[in-house]
């Protein structure tokens, strides 16, 4: 069979799986992966982005049920637990389909949010009202008799409640737009937009690698705004189609790859009567990155963080919104490259809110502050002028993200463990000395602190199943318990968190069949990703249930964290500076080999390995460079050629194109295409607007000019893979894959 009828194949196996009917008969494996996919690993009817009421007394939170991903609003009485649904998608919707835009699906997919319905909601800062979108119209709940007013406008883009609740925020057709609540009315509040240029919205690096999903910012008097102009006339435009829909027009992006013009993005600050904008002010010749911006305490100032190109030096600013002029507070620097702290511990955590620094105090005196200047993360409080006063976490904790500050108690609780494979709940004084860890059990336990009510949001998602949500006082005293509706699984995976006594800093995981025999010997599956800022050997037991629906069909599946990996400390993390894969390929070879010596069911004479994304990009790689140990690779949505991904994530790393040619060669797949001896699988989305299909393309064009055979299987979807029959087909096609070239293998 040739590369092409290869390709051709694949798209008619794909068009049939489509159309084989749900209620096929399926044996108990194909049934178990079906209800993993159904139930999001049974996580649907978990409570999801919970708020306490500022009075304490109730809980907002969104729910699912345990098999639909449509998010509906509820609430719950703290002092006797009973709930109430406050809205449900179909009171608005009126029978009618809901409708995303192709701006709003774009930013999901930033987001990486899939579920549907009420995917957020805002909480007025007294209390009284709610805020909902769907389909791009909004909606006023009122609290206290649950009715709903729809608001002007359509089409809506980061909606938000002003401060004082009496307006409400949000980008319409690139521009900037409020609504007063008093008289129903919306207006503009800025102009000028164009194909090219916006009001009010993050540009495409700023959502997808700085997590900063917002473009404009309320003053805490509600009296301005300050908002993102972005310019993206420079940037490279790429168009995807739908290939289903050849009649469609397809969809525009900027999207700046490595070594090409980024947006150009400034700030500015209007009255929200009206009036001239004014500018805030910095070298944004030095400076283009916009990373972080808050105003978010009425007696601390505007302040900023921006960032060179080459993120080597940063510089936080406070601004004055009268003149727009700006004064440094604090400079950080580090040859290699400087992380932003993201504000979340994970997306794995069961509950967590996004707290960004700095966080200041509310009268302005002081501001925490992270930082990894020291080798490692670290919480820091620094004055209002940017001196260091103290640190507040020490260097040999492993720090994730803030929770936040009760200032009346003094007591900053952060997300942490002593363990980088798990995190936990912490409080440290602000005044110094050592923390104490609030939650127990191996597992990921995250909170949200509520301000002013004295109160927190905990969950626990413990590695032995374990699951609850609660709301508990500052003391950790448990005060309410929300409700989940999730289905219990059949069984838990079998997976062991492990380490290996010669590669002791190597984080590893190993998930065995639900029948393993001791003393037989079991072909291997490497479940990898390897790139940075991700790790995948965690203490949260569902996000194991894949590993072990591939396991049971005759493997063991092992996952390993090696160096250039987060949580290990600066060093670990930078070896890969200038270089994508020499040292994680090595390190995944050798952390297999070590395993091996401790755990002789693991057959490596028969090893395959597959992953998605950085990890689909490692699994070309490995089956390519490394054929003495990697039978076949599973190779989903790669990246294939690092020019063709975007500036602010690959520059980070390898610098640009024109300055380091050689990093971009040896860091590149077809660099080694005539080296390839074993069987690769190729899957991506067709619509792919993160990693786009090029790269696949240009994996399999390489190794058809070098006369390598490969199996490519085009998906009807973008990045992310949510639907479950599309997850089960595509899981199915890799385990035929697998048994054919790595189980069966001699």
Known sequence: MTMRSRLLTSVLLLATAALLPAQMTEDASLQFFRDLAETRNFTLGRPVSPKITPDGASVIFLRASPRSPVLRLYEMSIADGTEREVLAPEQLLAGGEEKLSAEEKARRERQRQSLKGFTSFQLSRDGTHLLVSLSGKLYVVKRSDLTFTELPGAGWLDPRFSPDGAMVA????????????????????????????????????????????????????????????????????????????PEEKPTSFAYPKAGSPNAVVRLFVTAVTGGAPREIAWDRDRFPYLARVDWSEAKAPLTILVQNREQTEQVLLAADPATGATRELLREADPAWLNLDDGSPGRAMPVSATVFTPLWLADGSAFLWTSESRGSWQVELRSADGKLLREITPPDFVYRSLIGLDEKSGAVFVHGSTDAREIHVWRFALAGGAGTQLTQGRGYHGAIYSRG??????????????????????????????????????????????????????????????????????????????????????????????????????????????????????????????????????????????????????????????????????????????????????????????????????????????????????????????????????????????????????????????????????????????????????????????????????
């Open 170 to 245: 949000g980008v319409i057709d690139r521009e900037l737009h409020v609504v007063d609540l008093v008289t129903n009315t919306l207006r503009a509040v800025t102009s000028g937009a164009t194909a090219t240029l916006s009001h009010g919205t993050a540009e495409f690096v700023a959502q997808e690698e700085m997590s900063r999903s917002e473009g404009y910012w309320w003053s805490p008097d509600s009296k301005s705004l300050v908002y993102q102009q972005t310019d993206e006339s420079q940037v490279e435009t790429r168009y995807i189609a739908n290939p289903l829909h």
């Open 453 to 746: 009510t004295g109160r927190l949001i905990r969950a626990t998602d413990a590695f032995d199943g374990r699951f609850s949500i609660e709301v508990v006082g500052l003391d950790g005293r448990s005060l309410a318990k929300l409700r989940a509706t999730t289905e219990t699984p059949p069984r838990l995976p079998t997976t062991e968190l492990t380490r290996t006594l010669s590669l002791p800093n190597f984080d590893a995981a190993l998930t065995r069949p639900q029948n393993f025999q001791p003393g037989r010997k079991y072909p291997v599956i490497l479940n990898v990703y390897a790139g940075p800022g991700v790790k995948r050997v965690n203490a949260t037991i569902r996000d194991f249930f894949p590993d072990q629906w591939m396991a049971d069909q005759g493997y063991i599946v092992v996952r390993i964290d090696g160096r250039g990996t987060p949580g290990k400390g600066r060093d670990w993390e930078r070896i890969i500076k200038g270089n994508f894969i020499d040292v994680p390929l090595n390190d995944q070879i050798a952390g297999l080999q070590a395993l091996a010596g401790q755990y002789p069911e693991l057959d490596l004479s028969r090893v395959g390995v597959s992953g998605w994304s950085f990890g689909g990009y490692f699994s070309a790689m490995a089956a390519i460079r490394r054929p003495d140990i990697f039978r076949a690779g599973i190779v989903g949505a790669p990246v294939i050629t690092w020019e063709n991904y975007d500036t602010h994530y690959t520059e980070r790393y390898l610098g640009t194109p024109q300055a380091n040619p050689e990093a971009y060669r040896v860091s590149n797949v077809t660099t080694y295409v005539q080296e390839a001896k074993r069987p690769l699988f190729l899957i991506h989305g067709l619509t792919d607007d993160n990693v786009y299909f090029q790269h696949a393309l240009q994996l399999a064009d390489a190794l058809y000019l070098a006369g390598k055979p490969y199996d490519f299987l085009p998906m009807l979807g973008t990045h992310m893979i949510s639907d479950p029959m599309v997850r089960l087909r595509q899981q199915q096609r890799v385990i035929e894959f697998f048994n054919q070239h790595v189980k069966q293998a001699q």
